[in-house]
C-alpha cells in the first residue's frame, strides 16, 4: 500500500460494521443457504417483520425497506455471531466437566455419547435463539460465567499458587501432598518443611519460631483456600450449565427426538434439516395444472354449470378457486416456515388468476 492510500484509509471513519459482511452473513447468501435461510425467516418472524419479507420475496422493495431489511440483517449476523461464540464453548473437555457435576447432564452423556450430543446441542442452540431467546440467553449466561471464571480467576490463581511453588523450590507433587492433610497444625508443619528443605544452617537457626519462613507459610496456606474456593465455585457453575441444558434435551420435542433417531442407529446426523427459502420456493411452485383441470371438470359437472347464468356460472368460478385455494394452503404451508406462508400467498394469486380462465 503507498502512502497516499495509507494515509486515505487512517482518516476514514470507523465502520458501525464490517464492510463487507462475514463470509456467509451477506443477504444474497443468507437466502441461498438452507439453514440460515430458515433462522433468518424466524427473525423477521420474532421482530414482526413479515410484510417486509413478503415485499422481499414479491419483488417489490420500497426506497425505506432497504434500509430495514439491511438493519434486519445486520441485526441477525450479530445474533449468529454470538451464538457461534456459545457453542464453541461447548467442547468434549467442557462438556465432561459439567457432566462430572451434573447428575441429570451425566445420564444423557451416558445414553447419547458426547460428540453426538454437542453436535446436537450445538445446532439446537442456533434454533432456540431466534424461537426462545429466553431460553438462550439462560444456557449463554451459564456457559459465559463458567468460562469467564475458568479463564479469570480459576486461572489466576492456579498461575499465582505455581509462582510461589517455583519461587520457593517446591513441586506441585509435594505441595498438593501437603495441603491434602486435615488436620490443620499438621499441614503448617508440613508446608514449613518444605519452605525450609533448602535452608542452610543459619536461616535454619534464625527461623527456630518461623521468624523467616512463617510469611511463605501464611501465603502457602492461603492459596490453599483460594485454589479450593476457586474449584468450589467452577463445579458450581457447571452444575448450573448442567441442569440448563439437560432440562432443553430433556423437556424438548425437538431434541429428544433428534437424539432417539440417531440412538437407533439413523445414518442421518444432526437433526433434519428445517425447510429453507429455496425449499419453500421449490414446494410452492409445484403446480399439477392436470390435476388442477380434472378437478375443474368434475366441480363442473357437479355443479350444472352449463345450464346456469352468467352470475351464476361466476359464483361457481369463485366457489372453485376459494376450494383451490383452501385445499393449496392446507397441502402446502400447515406447520411450515415463513417464506412457505409468502410464497404461497403470492401462489394462490396464481390460483385465482386462473378464475377468468374457467369455462
Not at 95 to 119: P, R
Not at 206 to 219: A, E, L, N, Y
Request: with cysteine; hydrophobic share 35%.
Amino acid at each position: 500500500m503507498g502512502i497516499i492510500d495509507t494515509l486515505r484509509k487512517s482518516k476514514e471513519k470507523p465502520q458501525e460494521h464490517e464492510i463487507p459482511p462475514p463470509k456467509g452473513h451477506v443477504l444474497a447468501e443468507i437466502m441461498k443457504d438452507k439453514k440460515m435461510s430458515h433462522l433468518f425467516g424466524k427473525h423477521l418472524e420474532k421482530e414482526g417483520k413479515e410484510e417486509l419479507a413478503a415485499r422481499l420475496v414479491a419483488g417489490e422493495l420500497t426506497e425505506e425497506d432497504i434500509q430495514s431489511l439491511e438493519e434486519q440483517r445486520s441485526l441477525f449476523s450479530e445474533k449468529i455471531l454470538q451464538a457461534e461464540k456459545i457453542t464453541k464453548l461447548l467442547t468434549k473437555e467442557n462438556v465432561i466437566d459439567i457432566a462430572k457435576n451434573s447428575e441429570e447432564f451425566a445420564k444423557i452423556i451416558s445414553i447419547y455419547g458426547v460428540e453426538q450430543l454437542i453436535k446436537m446441542v450445538q445446532n439446537h442452540i442456533l434454533e432456540i435463539f431466534f424461537t426462545d431467546e429466553e431460553r438462550f440467553q439462560l444456557t449463554a449466561e451459564a456457559l459465559i460465567t463458567s468460562d469467564s471464571h475458568k479463564n479469570g480467576q480459576y486461572k489466576r490463581v492456579g498461575e499465582e499458587t505455581e509462582k510461589l511453588c517455583n519461587d520457593n523450590n517446591i513441586s506441585q507433587t509435594e505441595y498438593l501432598e501437603a495441603i491434602a492433610i486435615a488436620d490443620i497444625k499438621e499441614r503448617n508443619e508440613a508446608l514449613k518443611k518444605l519452605v525450609t528443605k533448602t535452608y542452610g544452617k543459619t536461616k535454619k537457626f534464625f527461623d527456630k519460631f518461623g521468624w523467616v519462613s512463617g510469611g511463605t507459610v501464611d501465603k502457602l496456606e492461603l492459596q490453599k483456600q483460594l485454589l479450593e474456593r476457586s474449584i468450589d465455585d467452577l463445579n458450581v457453575y457447571q452444575t448450573n450449565i448442567g441442569a440448563v441444558l439437560a432440562i432443553s434435551v430433556i423437556r424438548d420435542d425437538f431434541m429428544r427426538n433428534a437424539l432417539s433417531r440417531e440412538l437407533m442407529g439413523d445414518k442421518k446426523t444432526g437433526p433434519e434439516p428445517k425447510p429453507g427459502f429455496s425449499d419453500a420456493k421449490q414446494e410452492t411452485e409445484a403446480f399439477d395444472d392436470e390435476a388442477f383441470n380434472k378437478e375443474w371438470l368434475k366441480f363442473r359437472k357437479d355443479s350444472d354449470f352449463d345450464a346456469a347464468n352468467d352470475s351464476i356460472k361466476d359464483d361457481i368460478r369463485e366457489e372453485f378457486i376459494s376450494e383451490q385455494t383452501k385445499k393449496y394452503r392446507e397441502r402446502e404451508v400447515k406447520g411450515k416456515s415463513l417464506w412457505h406462508s409468502i410464497l404461497a400467498t403470492l401462489f394462490e394469486k396464481k390460483i385465482s388468476n386462473k378464475k377468468d380462465k374457467l369455462k
